[in-house]
């Protein structure tokens, strides 16, 4: 069985410091790896992907991908309150067309 | 592009009835996804269709769950007769095919209540 892990936290770190998310696969196969916030009560909404081995930066986020050790990890530069969400790792595994498997997330919350 | 729309938003009913849930994709996106979610079990997908026809229904948790998509721009998810235990929030996303990245784009969501 296809599975993604992700600690469920919450993880906490202070206004302007680096958050760390980190996420594993069980499947070496795997080919795409996204990254979702989700708000309280809301739905989920893609903040990044990336296909390829190494870094991936956007603005404040960049993702890392590390294929030999499956595990995916997204890192939120200057956190602000606002960042306080869930975040969802996916994965799309080989042969699944545009199938996606997602962890259960880890809350993270950013204090004053 | 308007985003995906699902409806209704919010669903209270009876255990027993029927509930029917209805999405619209983004047009131009050719696959459509069922998820439900729960606090413990997190996004789970029941179902997702590519070019209107069920590609991968395994998640599917029973026969009392039935979904459609009989055109392009709309599909349905069918819960009869429903349980307390259907209690979640059920999503609709739709992407563009594999080559174009995959991205899936989610609805807002159905709160469904089976008292």
């Known amino acids: 069985q296809k599975e993604v892990e992700q600690n469920s936290g919450p993880l906490s770190v202070p206004e302007g410091a680096i958050a760390s998310l980190n996420c594993t696969y069980s499947d070496r196969g795997s080919q795409s790896f996204f990254w979702y916030r989700q708000y309280s009560g809301k739905s989920p909404e893609l903040i990044m992907f990336?296909?390829?081995?190494g870094d991936k930066e956007d603005g404040r986020f960049t993702a890392q991908l590390n294929k030999a050790s499956q595990y995916v990890s997204l890192l939120i530069r200057d956190s602000q309150p606002s960042d306080s969400a869930t975040y969802l790792c996916a994965v799309g595994f080989t042969g699944g067309g545009n199938k996606l498997t997602f962890g259960t997330g880890t809350q993270l919350k950013v204090e004053l | 592009d308007a985003g995906v729309i699902q409806s209704p938003r919010h669903e209270v009913t009876e255990m027993g009835q029927e509930v029917t849930l209805r999405c619209k994709p983004i047009s131009g996106h050719d696959y459509l996804f069922w998820y439900r979610q729960t606090m413990m079990r997190g996004l789970e997908l029941l179902i997702y269709f590519n070019n209107n026809v069920p590609i991968d229904d395994s998640g599917m948790p029973e026969d009392r769950f039935s979904a459609k998509m009989p055109n392009a721009s709309f599909s349905t998810l069918k819960i009869q007769p429903s349980e307390p235990r259907d209690s979640a929030v059920y999503f609709c996303?739709?992407?563009?095919?594999?080559?174009?990245?995959?991205?899936?784009?989610f609805g807002p969501g159905t709160r469904l209540t089976v008292l």
């Open positions: 990336i296909y390829s081995n």
């Open positions: 996303a739709s992407s563009e095919n594999p080559h174009s990245g995959g991205t899936q784009y």
